[in-house]
């Protein structure tokens, strides 16, 4: 079966932010959210449409982890140092029939289906680099290091979320000419490369589990 479409988890932060306020716990794509862990509520998602999922983990749990789910192919590789890191190693493992990969955050367990299908439908339209994104609801200030500040128009401005879509040879350029470890999406990455990002709709439940509320929400949400 010729592997098309391809997802690569990044799921080996410590999550860092999460524990500084509670008990340090098991790194964060592996706690515990009524019932199953983070990272398996992501891949469950992202099983129901894609044919490959290779999940870059904590480097120290890589044996203890196995995923099952008819239809799709689950690879587990170690995680890096940083973000960036954990989804070039991931790369490495993908099968040369793949032609398009969604890389998506473990920490975004609540993402609906429809957004992971938004991003492939752009992908399907010939898009090379799409990025689903929300509006802002606060006022939004522009911060400098030397103590400036000034208002930013909100309606201007879009918070990223994951999945995002690329064509494989996109991601793979936008990471081979990456010259810091520094990114914290992939998009950011293709875009430097001279490509187009393509935006299309994410949605508030796709939100990043970085925090203590963010955890306190995903429960209340999931208990619902
Ligand atoms: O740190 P942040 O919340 O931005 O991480 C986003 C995603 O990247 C998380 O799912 C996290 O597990 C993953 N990550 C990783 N390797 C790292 C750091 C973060 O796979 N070294």
Redesign the pocket.
């Known amino acids: 079966v010729p592997e098309a479409v391809a997802a690569i988890?990044?799921?080996?932060?410590?999550?860092s932010?999460l524990s500084a306020a509670a008990p340090p716990g098991p790194?964060?794509?592996l706690r515990l959210l009524a019932g199953r862990t983070?990272l398996q509520r992501?891949v469950d998602v992202l099983a129901d449409e894609v044919d490959l999922i290779v999940v870059?983990?904590p480097a120290d749990r890589l044996e203890r982890l196995h995923f099952h789910r008819p239809g799709v192919r689950i690879v587990v590789v170690g995680?890096?140092?940083?973000?960036q890191?954990?989804?070039r190693n991931a790369l490495g493992a993908l099968s040369e029939s793949v032609t398009h990969v969604l890389v998506h955050?473990?920490?975004?367990a609540l993402v609906p289906g429809a957004v992971v299908r938004r991003v492939l439908a752009a992908l399907r339209d010939g898009a090379r680099c799409v990025v689903p994104v929300v509006a802002v609801p606060d006022s939004v200030r522009g911060v400098t290091a030397d103590g400036g500040t000034a208002p930013l128009d909100r309606a201007a401005i879009r918070l990223v979320q994951t999945p995002q879509g690329f064509t494989v040879d996109a991601l793979r350029r936008g990471h081979a000419a990456a010259r810091t470890e520094l990114a914290?999406d992939d998009a950011t990455l293709v875009e430097a490369t001279g490509e187009t990002v393509t935006l299309v709709d994410g949605d508030p439940l796709a939100f990043?589990i970085?925090h203590p509320l963010d955890l306190l929400l995903a429960e209340a949400v999931l208990g619902r």
């Open positions: 988890i990044p799921a080996a932060g410590m999550g932010r790194p964060k794509a983070i992501s870059a983990a995680g890096g140092a940083t973000r890191e954990s989804v955050d473990a920490a975004r914290t990043k970085t």
